[in-house]
Nanobody, 120 residues
């Protein structure tokens, strides 16, 4: 009943920029924290950036100063602006959201992921 749909991934040269979007839809009463995670083959999924409903943010050390997470609560959407991209930023980026439905049930949702590839 709840879906997270990411968009904005692609292939970019090192030093370039991409902007990811993730829109949540369905039976949503409220969304708490939202975040972006990166999955690389052979490694655990890792947190890239997170943002609370009130706008407090946190970042992985590897992306501080280059990536910016933001959200539009009216649109149930979270964004990730990625600048000065490096080859090591390559991976599948998944959106995550802590959602309370109209049934008052609180669940953790994941998007299907969007591929980001940074060439050197």
């Amino acid at each position: 009943q709840v879906q997270l749909v990411e968009s904005g991934g692609g292939l970019v040269q090192a030093g370039g920029s991409l902007r990811l979007s993730c829109a949540a839809s369905g039976s949503i009463f409220s969304i708490n924290a939202m975040g972006w995670y990166r999955q690389v083959p052979g490694k655990q999924r890792e947190l890239v950036a997170g943002i609370t409903r009130g706008g407090s943010t946190n970042y992985a050390d590897s992306v501080k100063g280059r990536f910016t997470i933001s959200r539009d609560n009216a649109k149930n959407t979270v964004y990730l602006q990625m600048n000065s991209l490096k080859p090591e930023d390559t991976g599948v980026y998944h959106c995550n959201a802590d959602i309370i439905g109209y049934s008052s049930r609180r669940l953790d949702y994941w998007g299907q992921g969007t591929q980001v590839t940074v060439s050197s």
